[in-house]
């Protein structure tokens, strides 16, 4: 198993991207293998502060992957340092380059509209040995992938993005029914595949202002950035508080 480390009463995993892919790409040979891997940030920690059966769900993750600079900044306020970023949307790209050329299957679920079709396309295109074996933004329900198990397929590794905490419930309730070895949820990160949604420049996501840039571009959410606000309060209060 990987190592991890606790920020706010949530396991983060401590490891670097290149050891993730070695663990999954070792142990989903094995039959009976299954991995839920969600990708916290600190608004996602916020929540889960604030609900502790969502938490309790992030906790009981195989791998929680460190999706926010954020919690780069907490680790080492904690005394806790993280050895690595490694954001959803990034992860999606590297592990389809790792498992383009080799027997495995990915699939895509979720997103708004054709969004999951436009972005196996568009990885396709990048990696053109991807065996896609599934694409589609149904509502989160698991009909459509079992649908799959009744014509003897299976998808060894399914993107699912529904948004927090949709998509780590769904994928904690329905990993253990459906032909599905790895479970992974990755949030926004069809919206920028598809070309949806511009991503950050490189040396602004370098930097850790890619919240920032989307801001700008949707200023809508800047509720949702006010839960900085209260991850920067909950990391200083747990540093004192020891």
């Not at 670097?16 to 940030?41: A, G, M, R």
């Not at 926010?68 to 389809?96: E, H, N, W």
């Not at 972005?119 to 074996?133: D, E, F, N, W």
């Not at 399914?158 to 459906?178: D, M, R, T």
Request: proline content about 5%.
């Amino acid at each position: 198993m990987l190592d991890t480390k606790t920020i706010l009463g949530v396991k983060i995993s401590d490891a670097n991207e290149s050891d993730i892919l070695e663990y999954l790409l070792l142990n989903i040979k094995k039959p009976n293998f299954k991995c839920k891997i969600f990708t916290p940030n600190p608004e996602i920690l916020v929540y889960a502060h604030e609900h502790q059966e969502f938490k309790k769900i992030l906790n009981h993750a195989d791998i929680n992957l460190n999706d926010g600079v954020g919690l780069l900044y907490a680790g080492m306020i904690l005394g806790k340092p993280l050895k690595q970023r490694i954001t959803g949307v990034d992860f999606v790209k590297s592990l389809c380059n790792a498992v383009a050329e080799k027997p495995i299957t990915v699939g895509f679920l979720g997103g708004r509209g054709n969004v999951a079709e436009l972005t196996a396309k568009r990885l396709k295109g990048m990696y053109p040995s991807l065996k896609i074996v599934f694409s589609s933004g149904d509502n989160p329900d698991h009909t459509s992938v079992l649908k799959l198990s009744e014509n003897n397929k299976k998808i060894d590794i399914l993107f699912v993005a529904y948004g927090f905490p949709k998509q780590e419930e769904w994928i904690s309730n329905h990993i253990n029914e459906i032909p599905v070895k790895i479970g992974i949820s990755v949030g926004g990160s069809f919206d920028y595949y598809s070309g949806t949604i511009k991503r950050a420049p490189f040396f602004i996501r370098f930097f850790g202002f890619e919240w920032l840039f989307r801001l700008i571009k949707e200023p809508w959410r800047i509720k949702r950035q006010l839960a900085l606000l209260k991850f920067i309060v909950l990391v200083l209060k747990e540093r004192f508080a020891h």
